[in-house]
């Protein structure tokens, strides 16, 4: 007989041991050794068996085993040393509070961080890859740096799937329910009711989705999840947060209309109950978190404000970071089912449809007007938008030009700060406590780096076994397990989700030489392999069922290996034992990667692709680059070209230089490439690099502006309101009438005096700003390059058209091409770009003087 319901029944802790409470329910200790010691010391058998979980472990542990515990003296002690740690960190001034970010001016008291997707622990199965690790490692890097973060996000029942492998290598999935009261989650409760906290969206046909709050804490930073889980909901509304990334269209819709909307709803009765300081700057990580900016919008509404005031309000304190180029991965949804819901307003009140609808439209050459498109209204709802890389940042900036026409590429507001993983949780401890790695000497460095790799080996001969046994082997059938791997062969890691573009197969473009390379009779190679595919990616599950069976096959299977159910526990084997981290994504689709970057912590080296973020980092001694043939259009060719490229790198360059060893054993080129890499890679691949490049780039100006906007009961909000209104309504009437240049003999260091006059309607020169843009002309008489100087308005004379001048320096040698151009201009707009309005001359403006020299 089936249970048709399962829960946890929570362990009841003597008196002596209530701490212990407190301890598993911060989950700092996912990213604190001394802690997990603690836990692990209570009972290492359970420990192990619970992989890892403190509230699965206590829940099986035999009650005499907790009333040892709460009469044992130096365990108490133990115990006691831990919880006043973690007051400490929780409670002392850190990087926030020291003044050193002061610099970059006003700093939020608090900011809202809203993920779909959050990777803390491998216990709490919330992630299905990259975006949600690193919303997790934000989080755990902002509590380390005492950033005042609160993170939402929904709880899903079923978290992403457990994925396992059929007798022939078929992804198969299961979706284990996760009890929340099994998890280290506390349920958010009205203090004077101790009811939970409710919070409803309203969707199509006014029907209320309703969810409850669960309250993870992670270190300093608290991360509220909504669970639709509730009987205040009718059936079909309870399944709302059923599964992550799971579901057609309108079951997407629903679960991100309750992550933006009940999200900042669930915001705002926690800090009402707690007292925590209201957010001044919203975060939205990926599209799918959009909806926050409407309800921010009504809620401005709601205080008085018109929609497009409540849009300037909205936009100054948002952040919205973009994070794939990959057409799959940004949210599309039928418009009409926009309609549906928001013709009802999902939001509760009134937000006019029509405007809804705008945000999301693709009104770019190329774009559907049947789609409405959440990375498109991210970008419009928040005044700050980011990649994650410097590539991406400038591939995004490409992709989304049509929302800004009239502007160069370059000019495009969309910047980038480049991921970074968090150390706490990535580095093996070996490696922290050697302190400055780099400076270790050669024999301790390969003695740990040889450590991990067996420690990787002895994991993966247990994951290989139990992986064999599901597949339907005996246990006698499986005695050359023991042979699989060796801990002194040089070991390489793939491991991530199998999209397409990431090229899981690339290894196996020639099977014949790949054997070889493992094979090799004097410098073999092992690969360890990991990862899933989407449920509904038929594709990708066979890409995973060709890796697999190539592994089984008995000629290669000591010395290659997939492992079915990458998650973050089998991640930090691999990107601590593996000497070298290989990944070979179709460049430029990886908009960062990660991976790659834990390894790097870990003194692993890379060979990867010059994408993401080894395109700004690798500086040839740092790893490996694996040439691309990016023009070449053929797909087979370009895997061709790249495989080979890959194997050639592998035997004549990675190879060698492994098993270059010196009388000890010790392969000094390679070390030393490990310690240039700890020097050089170790500081830039940190998540707190990354948040705190957040802070003083982005939260800093988004909550200057924002104090701007809302400051004496929303002044400046209105007027730039109004201001935005009225540039908008008079922009079809300014023209540039006349352009004039005159200066010495066009020699390098000479002065080029510009005069424009232009046509400003009811504008007046100070709402505008005429610029000079310069520099080298290309083939069709663009300019590459281009430089900007601003002219000044000359005293105006009534009756006749604003005059503006000003002086260009000659200062490079070469042709010289110039236009110029009529702007907005407004102290309170964050770019020049910012409203997407720009006027030129109507027949272009003279590429004048010739070459200059
Ligand atoms: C780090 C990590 C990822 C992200 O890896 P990429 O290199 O960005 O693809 C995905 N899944 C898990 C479990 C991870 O730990």
């Known amino acids: 007989m089936r249970a048709i319901r399962r829960f946890t029944v929570r362990v009841t802790l003597p008196q002596p041991l209530a701490p212990l409470h407190d301890l598993m329910l911060n989950l700092r200790w996912s990213w604190h050794p001394p802690t997990v010691e603690l836990f692990e010391s209570i009972d290492p058998a359970g420990w192990a068996a619970s992989s890892g979980d403190p509230v699965a472990m206590l829940s099986t542990l035999r009650p005499g085993r907790l009333a040892g515990l709460a009469a044992d003296e130096d365990f108490l002690r133990r115990m006691d040393a831990a919880v006043a740690d973690l007051r400490q960190y929780t409670g002392e001034p850190r990087w926030y509070q020291s003044g050193a970010p002061a610099a970059a001016g006003t700093l939020p008291n608090a900011i809202a961080y809203f993920s779909p997707e959050y990777g803390i622990t491998a216990v709490l199965p919330q992630y299905s890859g990259g975006l949600g690790i690193l919303a997790g490692d934000h989080l755990k890097s902002a509590s380390d740096l005492g950033v005042p973060v609160i993170g939402v996000g929904l709880l899903y029942r079923h978290g992403y799937f457990t994925q396992s492998l059929s007798a022939d290598g078929w992804q198969t999935e299961r979706y284990p329910a996760d009890d929340p009261n099994g998890l280290p989650l506390t349920l958010l409760r009205d203090p004077e009711t101790n009811d939970p906290v409710l919070v409803s969206v309203t969707l199509a046909g006014g029907k209320l989705l309703t969810a409850q709050v669960w309250l993870a804490q992670v270190g300093r930073v608290p991360l509220l999840l909504l669970d639709s889980y509730v009987e205040q909901n009718e059936p079909a509304l309870h399944e709302v947060t059923d599964r992550l990334y799971g579901g057609g269209s309108e079951h997407r819709l629903r679960q991100e209309l309750l992550l933006g909307i009940g999200g900042v709803r669930a915001v705002r009765a926690f800090c009402a109950i707690t007292g925590h300081a209201e957010p001044e700057v919203f975060h939205t990580n990926e599209g799918h978190a959009g909806f926050l900016g409407l309800e921010r919008i009504r809620e401005y509404t709601v205080a008085g404000l018109t929609f497009d005031e409540a849009l300037e309000l909205c936009r100054a304190g948002t952040v919205f970071t973009t994070h794939t180029p990959v057409p799959a991965g940004i949210d599309r949804f039928p418009r009409d089912l926009i309609e549906r819901y928001f013709a009802q307003d999902a939001a509760g009140e009134t937000l006019p449809l029509d405007r809804v609808l705008t945000l999301g439209a693709e009104t770019y050459p190329g774009g559907d007007p049947h789609v409405f498109n959440m990375a498109v209204m991210g970008m419009r709802l928040a005044q700050r938008v980011n990649g ?11 992709m989304f030009a049509g929302l800004w026409p009239g502007f160069d590429t ?6 980038s700060i480049t991921n970074g993983v968090h150390a706490p949780t990535w580095e093996a401890s070996k490696v922290s406590e050697l302190g400055d790695a780099a400076a270790a000497d050669a024999a301790r460095l390969w003695e740990i780096r040889r450590q991990l790799r067996a420690t990787m080996v002895t994991e993966t001969r247990r994951r290989l076994r139990d ?17 699989v791997l060796d801990e002194d062969v040089l070991t390489i890691g793939f491991a991530r989700r199998v999209p397409s573009y990431k090229r899981l197969t690339l290894m196996l473009n020639d099977p014949q030489r790949l054997s070889g390379l493992l094979l090799d009779p004097d410098r073999p190679l092992q690969i360890v392999i990991a990862g899933k595919a989407h449920p509904a990616d038929e594709g990708g599950k066979r890409l995973i069922q060709q890796m697999v069976r190539f592994a089984d096959s008995e000629a290669v299977r000591r010395r290659i290996v997939f492992l079915p159910d990458y998650d973050m526990a089998l991640a930090r084997y691999l990107v601590q034992g593996c000497d070298v981290w290989l990944n070979n994504p179709l460049r430029p689709l990886e908009a960062c990667g990660t991976s790659g970057m834990k390894v790097a912590l870990n003194g692993g080296l890379n060979v990867s692709v010059r994408d993401g973020w080894w395109d700004e980092w690798y500086d040839g001694g740092n790893g490996w680059e694996i040439p691309t043939a990016d023009g070449v259009t053929d797909p087979a060719r ?17 190879a060698p230089l492994f098993y270059d060893t010196d009388h000890d054993g010790i392969p000094g080129g390679w070390i030393e490439m490990v310690r240039h890499n700890f020097r050089s890679l170790g500081p830039l691949v940190q998540a707190d690099r990354m948040v705190r490049e957040y802070v003083t780039t982005l939260y800093a100006p988004a909550a200057e502006s924002s104090r701007a906007l809302a400051a004496s009961s929303f002044h400046a909000g209105r007027d730039l309101a109004a201001w935005t209104q009225r540039v908008r309504e008079a922009w079809p009437s300014v023209r540039i009438e006349h352009v004039e240049a005159d200066g010495a003999e066009p020699s390098l260091g000479a002065v080029l005096d510009v005069r424009v006059t232009a046509a400003l309607g009811p504008l007046s020169p100070s709402d505008v700003s005429v610029e000079v ?22 005293e105006p004379v009534p009756g006749q058209h ?26 309170l707009l964050a770019s020049r770009a910012e409203l997407g309005l720009v006027t030129y001359p109507d027949a272009p403006a003279g590429m004048t003087n010739g070459d200059l020299r």
């Open 467 to 483: 992986s064999w046994r599901q597949r339907g082997a005996s246990g006698a059938e499986l005695t050359w397990i023991d042979d």
């Open 388 to 398: 994650v890389s410097r590539l991406h940042g400038q591939v995004s900036r490409e």
């Open 638 to 654: 370009r895997d061709e070209l790249e495989a080979s490229a890959l194997y050639e790198l592998l035997a004549k360059s990675v």
């Open 802 to 827: 604003a005059r503006f001048s000003g002086a260009v320096e000659l200062g490079r040698p070469g042709p010289f091409g110039y236009t110029v151009r009529v702007l907005p201009n407004h102290e």
């Open 410 to 415: 370059s000019e495009v507001p969309i910047g």
């Open 773 to 794: 843009v310069y520099g080298a002309p290309g083939d069709n008489d663009e300019i590459v390059d281009p430089c900007y100087v601003t002219l000044q308005a000359d």
